[in-house]
Nanobody, 121 residues
Framework: QVQLVESGGGLVQAGGSLRLSCAAS????????MGWYRRALGKQRELVAA???????NYADSAKGRFTISRGDAKNTVYLQMNSLKPEDTAVYYC???????????????WGQGTQVTVSS
């Protein structure tokens, strides 16, 4: 059984910073890609940032220059440093991992439970 556990959400004023963390646990052979998505009220879920096992990153235009995604030394962890936060960043943020379980060949998507980020103006 694979679990993704997020932490680090909360309430912050505009211009402030938050750091989200996500750790994947279970019988994991390999983590291919880890990323962060968000869903604002009344909107569809969107990609915020993603990082491959080799360290290649991809950011939404709204996140470029303000957010930084990184992998932990354990490689099963991912962080999202969010600076210069804006009220429009308010959303539930979800951790995502494309990973291969031990004994499996194909990778599948796994999701965390989500963490609320609220930015006040």
């Amino acid at each position: 059984q694979v679990q993704l556990v997020e932490s680090g959400g909360g309430l912050v004023q505009a211009g402030g910073s938050l750091r989200l963390s996500c750790a994947a646990s279970g019988s994991i052979l390999r983590v291919n890609v880890m990323g962060w998505y968000r869903r604002a009220l009344g909107k569809q879920r969107e990609l915020v940032a993603a990082i491959t096992g080799g360290g290649n990153t991809n950011y939404a235009d709204s996140a470029k220059g303000r957010f930084t995604i990184s992998r932990g030394d354990a490689k099963n962890t991912v962080y999202l440093q969010m600076n210069s936060l804006k009220p429009e960043d308010t959303a539930v943020y979800y951790c995502n991992a494309d990973l291969v379980q031990t004994g499996w060949v194909q990778g599948y998507d796994y999701w965390g439970q989500g963490t609320q980020v609220t930015v006040s103006s």
